[in-house]
């Protein structure tokens, strides 16, 4: 399996990401970018979430996007998530239209950003599926969070840098889900990812439910690497859609359970 790491030339987290990852493994320079093994590293020079279609230009079986995180309360964070929009393509990618999720190196890149942080104050989260770009191979973000500082803190870049190659070296097998409601930093999926065998490929908050249908569910569970079984639910976090969101999946014939169950 071939692994192929993007940061771009305007993104500071990116950067100190890139910076780690040639100062702590023996990446070696091949044309434009750098190769370790079966792992490229590129830098390109469009924001991380406007490289649509770089899986036409690049050969590599799943994509790592290493960007920063934004976010107006500054909260220190180290986040994941897969790409792909809901609705409109307000920050890149297409409309409605979402990457292959690849649900257990998810789960697998927050188990071990929470394990590689875990004596730092950062807010170790995955976050619900969101922005550009759009591309057909399987892909996901690693973010640093949430202010320039943050972004070029040299110890953000190293944790950032060495999970990602352990998680390509992990070859994680999970039961894949997808995630149905909370918020956009999905605190029960964080649960479900930290305490069960679940892995969840696509998460959809609940401010983004009001966009689904049963069309847009049954799309979404075409767009993991794995198959989906199950679809959890934070029932409380589905607010005024849950009588939709469970009409949809009964009409689509989809097994679906409560995430507070599945972590009793």
Same mark, same amino acid.
């Given at each position: 399996?071939?692994?192929?790491?993007?940061?771009?030339?305007k993104?500071?987290?990116?950067?100190n990401?890139?910076?780690?990852?040639?100062?702590?493994?023996e990446f070696?320079?091949?044309?434009?970018?750098?190769?370790l093994?079966?792992?490229?590293?590129?830098?390109v020079?469009?924001?991380?979430?406007?490289?649509?279609?770089?899986?036409?230009?690049?050969?590599?079986?799943?994509?790592i996007?290493?960007?920063?995180?934004?976010?107006?309360?500054?909260?220190h964070?180290?986040?994941?998530?897969?790409?792909?929009?809901?609705?409109?393509?307000?920050l890149?990618?297409?409309?409605?239209?979402?990457?292959?999720?690849?649900?257990?190196?998810?789960?697998?890149?927050?188990?071990?950003?929470?394990?590689?942080?875990s004596?730092?104050n950062?807010?170790?989260?995955?976050?619900?599926?969101?922005?550009?770009?759009?591309?057909?191979?399987?892909?996901?973000?690693?973010?640093?969070?949430?202010?320039?500082?943050?972004?070029q !803190?040299? %110890?953000?870049?190293?944790?950032?840098?060495?999970? =990602? $190659? @352990? *998680?390509?070296?992990?070859?994680?097998?999970?039961k894949s889900?997808?995630f149905?409601g909370?918020?956009h930093?999905?605190?029960?999926?964080?649960?479900?990812?930290?305490?069960?065998?679940?892995?969840?490929?696509?998460?959809?908050a609940?401010?983004?439910?009001v966009?689904m249908?049963?069309e847009?569910l049954?799309?979404?569970?075409?767009?993991?690497?794995?198959?989906i079984?199950l679809?959890?639910? !934070?029932? %409380?976090?589905?607010?005024?859609?849950?009588?939709? =969101? $469970? @009409? *949809?999946?009964?009409?689509?014939?989809?097994?679906?359970?409560?995430s507070?169950?599945?972590?009793?």
């Amino acid at each position: 399996m071939k692994f192929c790491i993007i940061v771009s030339k305007k993104d500071l987290a990116g950067l100190n990401i890139k910076k780690n990852l040639l100062k702590f493994f023996e990446f070696k320079k091949k044309e434009n970018f750098y190769i370790l093994d079966n792992i490229q590293l590129h830098t390109v020079e469009e924001e991380s979430f406007n490289c649509n279609n770089i899986d036409q230009k690049i050969n590599a079986d799943l994509f790592i996007f290493a960007t920063r995180h934004q976010s107006s309360k500054g909260v220190h964070s180290l986040s994941i998530h897969a790409p792909g929009n809901w609705s409109n393509a307000d920050l890149g990618g297409l409309p409605s239209k979402l990457c292959i999720a690849p649900a257990s190196y998810i789960k697998q890149g927050l188990i071990t950003l929470n394990k590689l942080a875990s004596h730092l104050n950062y807010e170790i989260t995955v976050e619900q599926t969101h922005h550009g770009p759009y591309i057909e191979k399987p892909c996901f973000f690693i973010e640093i969070g949430s202010n320039k500082k943050q972004w070029q !803190d040299s %110890k953000s870049g190293e944790i950032i840098a060495k999970a =990602i $190659i @352990e *998680i390509i070296k992990s070859k994680p097998n999970y039961k894949s889900t997808i995630f149905l409601g909370g918020g956009h930093y999905n605190h029960q999926a964080n649960k479900i990812l930290l305490n069960t065998n679940y892995a969840i490929g696509h998460i959809c908050a609940k401010h983004s439910l009001v966009d689904m249908n049963e069309e847009m569910l049954d799309y979404t569970i075409t767009r993991t690497s794995e198959k989906i079984n199950l679809v959890i639910l !934070d029932w %409380k976090g589905l607010g005024k859609n849950k009588s939709k =969101i $469970i @009409e *949809i999946l009964e009409k689509l014939n989809l097994k679906y359970e409560r995430s507070k169950r599945l972590l009793n």
